[in-house]
């Protein structure tokens, strides 16, 4: 959880990012510490997956700063920031299709050259998500939505981020395979892998965050303990159907 005498793993200031010809991001400012899971929560069209993209370098920002490992990311194209630790798994999963699960998750090694240790990573990856090790030579694009989230997530590990994005990762899952990833997304976490995770579920990611921001129209709108945020009113009535 939160180490106060470190410097953030990440620190976001000011940010305004502009997409589709309107600001998207009106300036904001977040932080994660090592070990943390955060997460944002809100509406679609908050400005939440915007905030990740400009992150991940895949959108260009206007104004304000993004400091990872202390460094000033302006500038540094998305490939170089997985050799930096950081990776992400977008919204709608991008997995291979054409290509199977194990080589899926030999390409989310492709930063690394121990060639020994992405072998023992893939079996590591077999055990936490078994549906995989049965279908590990089937091509990615025939799997279904969950098993195919599984494989994005799996995918990102192999690279061993030092912080995880995972941009509404129970999108369009069935109530049993969205406890299944919540139930991941702990364990990784538990393991010490920081996670900023973007999701419309809220009361399940408020359960699995340390800390929670709500974004509103672009702007961070209330932060805090993601337990406090369960129990407060205003985000019950917004965003817990309460």
Do not use: C
Request: glycine fraction near 12%; aromatic fraction near 4%.
């Amino acid at each position: 959880m939160t180490q106060d005498r470190k410097p953030p793993l990440l620190q976001i200031k000011g940010l305004k990012v502009n997409y589709g010809g309107i600001e998207a991001v009106k300036g904001i400012d977040l932080e994660i510490h090592e070990g943390e899971l955060v997460t944002i929560i809100g509406a679609n069209g908050a400005g939440k997956t915007t905030t990740l993209k400009a992150i991940t370098g895949l959108l260009k920002w206007a104004a304000g700063e993004i400091i990872y490992l202390e460094k000033n990311l302006e500038g540094t194209p998305a490939f170089r920031l997985l050799h930096q630790g950081l990776a992400m798994v977008p919204e709608g999963r991008g997995v291979f299709a054409r290509m199977s699960i194990y080589e899926n998750l030999q390409m989310g090694a492709f930063v690394r050259s121990d060639e020994a240790g992405i072998r023992a990573d893939i079996e590591r990856m077999f055990g936490i998500f078994p549906r995989l090790k049965e279908r590990a030579h089937q091509l990615a694009g025939t799997m279904s939505g969950g098993e195919q989230q599984m494989l994005a997530m799996a995918r990102a590990l192999m690279g061993h981020p030092k912080l995880l994005l995972l941009d509404e990762p129970s999108m369009g899952l069935s109530p049993i395979m969205v406890e299944k990833i919540f139930e991941v997304i702990r364990d990784v976490s538990a393991q010490g892998v920081t996670i900023l995770l973007v999701e419309q579920n809220a009361r399940l990611a408020l359960q699995a965050a340390h800390r929670g921001y709500v974004m509103e129209s672009g702007l961070v709108t209330m932060s805090g303990k993601a337990s406090d945020m369960l129990d407060d009113p205003k985000v019950r009535a917004a965003y817990l159907g309460e």
